[in-house]
C-alpha cells in the first residue's frame, strides 16, 4: 500500500482534477473516444485515490469530492439534454402556465416570456407530456424565476441546488457508516466515483435529491423514528417514483400493520406534492407518458433486449410494446418475491438487491440509473456496482456516429462482467480487495 503523502497519490487527486474539468467543460458525447479514453484515465485516478486511503485518513478524500462538483459549476452539459426540458418546465410555472397540460408546442407563440422556438428545437421529447414530479417543477420554478432569461444561468441555479443536496448525501453516508461501524472509507466509493460527479452534478440528474431523501429515510428508519422516515421517504417518491419498489422490504421487518401506515404517511406525504394536479384531469397524461417510456424508449437493456432479440427471430419486429409490459410484471413480481424470502439484513442491503432486480428488467438503464444502486452499496459488502459505475459510462459509444447507434457489443461485455461480479459476491465471494485497501477490507 502506498503512503498517503505517496507522490503517486498527490498526481492521483491532481489528475481528477484537472480531468473532471476538462470532460465537464470540454467533451460532448459525440467526441466518444477521448470522452471515453479521459473516463478511464478519471476513473483509474479514483481507483488509486481510495486503494491507498486508510479509514482514518478520509477527510481529505470527501473534502475532494464536494470540490470537483463545485468545479463544475458554470459548465453546461454535456453528455444529455434533458435540462432543456427542466427550462421549458420551470418559466412555463414563471408565465402561470401548467407544465402537464398541453404538449409543448401548443405555448409556441402564445408571447410567453422565455418560451422560443429555439428553446422548442432543444427539446428531447417534444411529443410527450412532461413526466417530472412536482417537487421538480418548484426546483425547475426557482431556476427560471432567478434567470428567466438566460439557459446558463438556469443551470447554474439547478447546479446548485444539486451540489447542496450532494453535500447533504456525503454527510448522510458519513453518519450511516457510523452508524453500521463500517469503515469510513467505504463512502469514498460514492464521494469521489467520476459517474456521480459527472452526471448528478455535470449533467443536472435529480437523482442525487432521490438518494438525499431516501438516505434521510434510512437514518430515522434506523433510529426507531418511522413516522419520520416515512416523511422523508414519501419526498424521495415525490422526486422520482422509483423509490417505492422498496417498500415491500418493510413487510418482514416491521411486520404488515407498521408497514401499511408507513406506506399511508408515503402516500399522504405525495398526494401534498400532488395538490397542484388535484383539479386537472391532466395527472393521466404523466401516466401515458410514462407508459410509453416503459413501451416506447429502449437503451443498455439486458433481460429486455433477450426478450426483444427472441421478438425479432419469431415474429419479425420489435415486440417492445408487448415485452415491455411484461418487463414491467416482471419486475414488481420478482422484487415482492425477493422481499418475502430473503433473509433479513439491513434495509440499505437489501435494497441494493431490489435496484438490481429493477435494471435487469428495465427497458432503459442510462449510466446516471445505476447511482443509487451505488449509493447504497456503500452499505454492503457488495462491490459490483462499482464496476458497473465504469462500464455503464462505456454506453456512450452510442453516441460516436453520425446517428444514434445501439452497441450490443458494449451492453454484452457490461452486463457479462457484471453478472461474473454480482453472482459471485451474491453466494459469498468478495470483491472488496479490488477497490479498497486491505485495512478496509478486514
Known amino acids: 500500500m502506498l503512503n498517503k503523502t505517496s507522490p503517486w497519490v498527490s498526481l492521483a487527486y491532481v489528475l481528477t482534477g484537472g480531468l473532471t474539468f476538462y470532460i465537464g467543460y470540454f467533451v460532448p458525447r459525440e467526441d466518444t473516444w477521448l470522452l471515453l479514453s479521459l473516463y478511464t484515465a478519471l476513473f483509474a485516478a479514483v481507483m488509486v485515490i481510495i486503494r ?12 475532494w469530492g464536494i470540490l470537483l462538483r463545485l468545479l463544475l459549476i458554470a459548465s453546461l452539459p454535456k453528455l444529455s439534454d434533458d435540462f432543456y426540458r427542466f427550462i421549458w418546465d420551470g418559466r412555463l410555472l414563471l408565465n402561470l402556465e401548467d407544465p402537464y397540460k398541453y404538449l409543448p408546442a401548443h405555448h409556441l407563440g402564445q408571447g410567453l416570456t422565455g418560451i422560443t422556438e429555439s428553446l422548442y428545437e432543444k427539446l428531447n421529447s417534444p411529443d410527450y407530456f412532461t413526466v417530472y414530479p412536482p417537487l421538480n ?19 447554474v441555479i439547478l447546479r446548485i441546488i444539486i451540489i447542496v443536496f450532494e453535500f ?11 452508524h453500521y461501524n463500517l469503515p469510513q472509507s467505504y463512502g469514498l466509493f460514492y464521494a469521489l466515483n467520476p459517474l456521480v460527479i459527472l452526471e448528478l452534478t ?13 438516505l434521510l429515510a434510512v437514518w430515522y428508519y434506523e433510529q426507531g423514528k418511522l413516522h419520520k422516515s416515512a416523511v422523508f421517504f414519501g419526498l424521495s417518491v415525490a422526486t422520482k417514483f422509483l423509490p417505492l419498489i422498496f417498500l415491500p422490504l418493510l413487510l418482514k421487518r416491521i411486520g404488515l400493520k407498521k408497514t401499511m401506515i408507513y406506506g399511508l404517511i408515503v402516500a399522504a406525504t405525495l398526494a401534498i406534492t400532488f395538490l397542484p394536479l388535484i383539479n386537472t384531469a391532466h395527472i393521466w397524461a404523466i401516466k401515458d407518458s410514462m407508459e410509453l417510456y416503459f413501451q416506447k424508449f429502449e437503451f443498455n437493456g439486458s433481460i429486455y433486449y433477450l ?6 427471430e419469431t415474429d419479425g419486429y420489435n415486440i ?8 414491467m410484471y416482471a419486475t414488481l413480481v420478482s422484487i415482492i418475491l425477493y422481499s418475502l424470502l430473503a433473509k433479513k439484513k439491513d434495509w440499505p442491503r437489501q435494497m441494493v438487491w431490489v435496484w438490481t432486480l429493477y435494471l435487469l428488467f428495465a427497458t432503459t438503464v442510462h449510466p446516471w440509473y445505476v447511482i443509487p444502486l451505488l449509493a447504497l452499496s456503500v452499505f454492503s459488502k457488495v462491490r459490483f456496482p ?8 462505456l454506453t456512450y ?5 453520425v446517428e444514434y447507434t445501439d452497441t450490443i457489443e458494449v451492453v454484452i461485455i457490461e452486463y457479462s462482467l457484471v453478472a461474473v461480479i454480482a453472482i459471485w459476491e451474491a453466494f459469498g465471494g468478495s470483491a472488496r480487495r479490488l477497490f479498497f485497501s486491505k485495512e478496509a477490507t478486514n
Open 386 to 393: 462499482m464496476l458497473w459505475s465504469y462500464l455503464i459510462f
Open 202 to 214: 455535470g449533467n443536472l440528474h435529480f437523482e442525487g435529491i432521490v438518494i438525499y431523501f431516501l
Open 52 to 63: 491507498n486511503t486508510a479509514s482514518e485518513d478520509t477527510d481529505l478524500g470527501y473534502y
Open 320 to 327: 417492445i410494446e408487448k415485452s415491455g409490459k411484461w418487463m
Open 168 to 178: 447533504g448525501n456525503v454527510s448522510l453516508i458519513r453518519k450511516l457508516l457510523r
Open 307 to 312: 426478450a426483444r432479440w427472441y421478438g425479432f
Open 137 to 155: 417543477q418548484v426546483l425547475f420554478f426557482i431556476a427560471a424565476l432567478f434567470s428567466p432569461g438566460s439557459e446558463i444561468w438556469s443551470v
Open 397 to 401: 459509444f452510442n453516441y460516436g456516429g
